[in-house]
């Protein structure tokens, strides 16, 4: 029996196309890792994308990846709530399954929502390949740049748990997480040296990554390297894949 997978991830809702194809294209390349399995995508910045990913798939239901970052306000009530309000509008003309506990913040309980890309065991690992790849020595500093949150301590703590495993595991000097939307905040940094990495802890390559992220840092003065966001990373898929099939 094919199994689905539906990988979701935010988007760009002043743009929503460029982001939905690039999740397009994660999807194709998680496929190969996955036989026998449907893999799917949609974010929930395009309108009716995720209606109509749930309507393809049919009644048969699957397992929903959050390509986020984090376990916040849009993992733990607003994907739930998109994911419900979703399936009935895909099988059900927007009315209600009649399933026990499917609804709302509940969710549907034809889906079951897996813990997140950013929480996955294997990032932090990830991480660490990257930034030895990179050439960040011992004694190092790196500056860990994340989304933040104003609605959840949990992205900011997450993204300060994974700064601390990495100075620990790398022996760095110094590595710190700095954040667009909180405190501390990326504009705001200081004391980083010309030979620092910057290492983008997020799950796409949208405009926070190209426009926000190096204008915030052009802004503190950060004169190190950045590299691409985490999620971009060509090992990424096979990660996914695997926690889709342990999942």
Excluded: N
């Excluded at 022996?171 to 290492?199: K, M, Y």
């Amino acid at each position: 029996m094919t199994q689905t997978a539906l990988i979701v991830a935010h988007g760009q809702p002043s743009d929503p196309e460029p982001a939905e194809a690039a999740l397009a294209r994660l999807a194709g390349q998680v496929a190969p890792h996955l036989p026998g399995w449907q893999v799917m995508s949609a974010t929930l910045a395009k309108d009716g994308a995720l209606t109509g990913a749930l309507a393809k798939a049919g009644g048969a239901g699957g397992v929903v990846y959050p390509m986020f970052m984090a376990d916040g306000w849009f993992t733990r009530q607003h994907l739930p709530d998109r994911l419900s309000k979703a399936c009935h509008a895909a099988l059900f003309g927007g009315g209600s399954c009649g399933r026990a506990g499917c609804g709302g913040s509940g969710g549907c309980a034809l889906w079951r929502i897996v813990p997140p890309f950013g929480l996955d065991p294997q990032v932090l690992d990830l991480a660490l390949r990257v930034l030895h790849e990179a050439g960040v020595p011992p004694g190092g500093e790196v500056l860990l740049a994340a989304h933040g949150s104003g609605r959840s301590a949990a992205p900011a703590e997450v993204a300060q748990r994974v700064a601390v495993r990495l100075q620990d595991g790398l022996l760095l000097a110094r590595c710190e997480a700095a954040f667009i939307e909180q405190a501390p905040r990326l504009t705001e940094v200081t004391g980083f040296s010309a030979d620092a990495v910057c290492l983008p802890f997020f799950a796409a390559e949208g405009e926070h990554v190209t426009d926000d992220l190096p204008d915030a840092l052009a802004q503190a003065g950060f004169r190190g390297r950045i590299l691409p966001p985490l999620g971009r990373d060509a090992r990424v898929p096979s990660l996914i894949a695997a926690a889709l099939s342990a999942g």
